[in-house]
């Protein structure tokens, strides 16, 4: 698809990921509008790029995916929505207490605001000619990581949404549906879980301009093509095995 002069929503682009994605769809020419909870993150994040405008939001609430909407209206629609906003908990299942409590907030920011901020925002999708949706998951929704356990669970249900999701837009409509599967990513939101290890956020930008203009639908990063090969081969277990090497030391 065309990745220039498009109206693009990023949640969670005032840092790592969604800040690299941000700048380079800018340098393609096209107005993007980041958004997150934190105004200081975002105000630091449009003075680094050039041509964004920002909205401070808060996804996981309802009336918030509204204002979006509004706003998106306001600015003449919107092109591709990235949903790239997330929420991880690094503990020991079965060990550590809390595993519903830090589910269900890895669930409502990963999984079931994507789905509400899909489902607000359809109907300007559906008036552009040339539209997508970026649903940003993770390796661990092919195979999970013992680290983080429930964050790998809502990856793997965003994974198997995006799958339903695209089947069903492409019987009925001309929007695109991809799916963004990075490894670990040197980010502050990774820090707890070795983020230093991990490859660069740049990498992962790259990745998704390349996937967005060879529609490529599941667009493996970095080691995740080596994950989903092995998962796919009957050689789920070793799969397994790589994916949680450190948790047998």
Known sequence: MNVSNKIILITGGGSGIGFEIAKQLIAKGNRVIITGRSESRLQKAAEQLNNVSYIVSDITRPEDAV???????????????????????????????????????????????????????????????????????????????????????????????????????????????????????????????????????????DSLLKGLENDTYEILTGNTAAIYHLSRAATYAEAFKLMNQEEEV
């Open 67 to 205: 204002r979006l909407r509004s706003h998106l209206e306001n600015l003449g629609g919107l092109d591709i929505l990235i949903n790239n906003a997330g929420n991880a908990h690094t503990y020991k299942l079965a060990i550590d207490a809390s595993t519903a409590t830090r589910a269900t907030e890895e669930f409502t920011t990963n999984v079931f605001s994507a789905m509400r901020l899909i489902d607000e925002l359809l109907p300007l999708l559906l008036q552009s000619d040339d539209a997508a949706i970026v649903n940003v998951s993770s390796t661990v929704a092919l195979v999970p990581a013992g680290s983080i356990p429930t964050y790998s669970a809502s990856k793997a249900a965003l994974h198997s949404y995006t799958q339903s999701l695209r089947l069903a837009l492409s019987k009925n409509t001309s929007i695109k549906v991809f799916e963004l599967m990075p490894p670990l990513v040197d980010t502050e939101f990774s820090t707890e879980i070795g983020g230093e290890n991990g490859i660069p956020p740049s990498e992962v930008a």
